[in-house]
């Protein structure tokens, strides 16, 4: 028995999903997602020391950048491991596999 014209197989649907979710990946949309959740959500997801001195300000493939003041970003990149704890936790594992500390007002990285 064939297929009504005009119906779709689940594994058409399937296919269908791999090549979008394959385009989204390519365009970065995900990261897009991850960032704007990232953003809003800041304060819940780092902890007081990251949320009061530091700002996420970009999201590149899995190398989340954050600026701080000069006085923080030495004091900050001692806990990164932390924050990539908490960024697991809320964003899923290997979202975020790296943190830069840029200087505020500078567009330097510390590491």
Known sequence: MGREPGACAVSDLESIRGIIDMALGRWGVGQVCA??????????????????????????????????SPAAASILRYSVADLLRALDGELGEGVVTEVRVQLAGQGRSTG
């Open 35 to 68: 960032f704007v959740k990232l953003s809003e959500d800041w304060p819940k997801i780092a902890s007081e020391l990251w949320a009061k001195h530091a700002k996420p300000v970009l999201l590149r493939k899995t190398v989340l950048t954050v600026e701080a």
